[in-house]
C-alpha cells in the first residue's frame, strides 16, 4: 500500500509545444489510475508551472476561437476541481510582468473548487522535488 | 533486478532520443532489469507499424520488436496515437494501447521513473 507522490514541472509555454498539456492530462489522469493499481495504492500529483511554462496559468485564453483547441486554462481548472495542486513559481510570474490577479486560481465557471493556486518560490518548488518519488520535466 | 520505467515523448524523426531511449532500455534490460516504457506524444510513431527502413531515417520496430521478446512492455498512448490518426489496427504485435492512467499507475512499483522529454 503505496501513496506515490509526483511532481509534474513545466517549463514550456502553452501551444507552440504539446508539452505542458500532456503534463496536464497525465495528472488528471491520476484520477483514474487506481483500476490499473492494487488496492490502496495511490498518485498525488502536484503541477508545478515554471520558466516560460507560466504562460499556460494566464486567465481568459481564447484557444478554442484561435485554435479550435481546449485552453491550458480549462485543464488547470480541470485539475483544481479534481483536488491536484497547482503552483505558479513567484519569480517568474515577475519575470514575465504578470500579477496574481491575472492568473487562473480557481474554476468558479466550472462548478468550483475546494482548491486554489498557490503562488510558490522556486525555492518551494525545489524542495518538493526532494521529496516527490518522481520528478515529470515537461 | 530494479524496475525502470521509462516515460517517452519525443519523436522518431527530428530527434535522436527516441532512439536514445531504445539504446536505454536494451542496457537495462541486458543487465537484468524490467523496463517499461510509455509511449507518448510525438513518440506514438512507434504504434504504426510496418514503416520503411530508410537508412536516411531512425527505424526502430526491429529493435522494439526485440525488446519486447526480451519481456520490454510497451504501451503506447491511445489518444496521442488517435489524434496522429494510428488506429488500433496500425499497432505493431505485442505492443498495448492504454490511456494516460497505465503510466501514473506504473510509478507506484517502479524504481526508477525517467521521463524523456518531447519536443
Request: hydrophobic residues 45%; negative net charge; glycine residues 8%.
Amino acid at each position: 500500500m503505496a501513496a506515490v507522490k509526483l511532481l509534474f514541472v513545466v517549463q514550456r509555454p502553452p501551444y507552440k509545444s504539446e508539452n505542458p498539456r500532456l503534463a496536464l492530462t497525465h495528472a488528471l489522469a491520476s484520477q483514474t489510475a487506481e483500476i490499473y493499481m492494487d488496492d490502496g495504492d495511490s498518485v498525488v500529483p502536484t503541477v508545478a508551472f515554471v520558466g516560460d511554462g507560466v504562460l499556460n496559468a494566464v486567465k481568459s485564453q481564447q484557444a478554442m476561437k484561435a485554435y479550435g483547441v481546449t485552453s491550458t486554462e480549462s485543464h488547470i481548472k480541470g485539475c483544481l476541481m479534481t483536488d491536484v495542486p497547482v503552483w505558479v513559481c513567484k519569480e517568474d510570474m515577475e519575470r514575465l510582468g504578470l500579477k496574481e490577479d491575472q492568473i487562473v486560481t480557481d474554476a468558479e465557471d466550472m462548478g468550483g473548487a475546494d482548491i486554489s493556486t498557490k503562488f510558490v518560490s522556486f525555492a518551494d518548488i525545489q524542495k518538493e522535488m526532494d521529496v516527490v518519488k518522481h520528478l515529470l520535466f515537461f | 533486478m530494479a524496475e525502470l520505467t521509462l516515460g517517452v515523448f519525443p519523436s522518431l524523426v527530428g530527434s535522436m532520443s527516441l532512439d536514445f531511449s531504445f539504446k536505454l532500455a536494451e542496457a537495462a534490460i541486458a543487465k537484468g532489469h524490467k523496463v517499461n516504457m510509455w509511449l507518448s506524444g510525438n513518440a506514438v510513431m512507434m504504434a504504426k507499424k510496418g514503416q520503411k527502413a530508410f537508412k536516411d531515417y531512425s527505424h526502430l520496430e526491429k529493435r522494439m520488436k526485440e525488446l519486447m521478446s526480451k519481456g520490454m512492455e510497451i504501451t503506447v498512448c491511445e489518444a496521442c496515437a488517435e489524434a496522429r490518426g494510428y488506429h488500433k489496427e496500425d499497432v505493431p504485435e505485442g505492443m498495448k494501447r492504454a490511456s494516460m492512467d497505465w503510466y501514473l499507475a506504473k510509478t507506484v512499483k517502479t524504481d526508477r521513473l525517467l521521463h524523456i522529454g518531447g519536443e
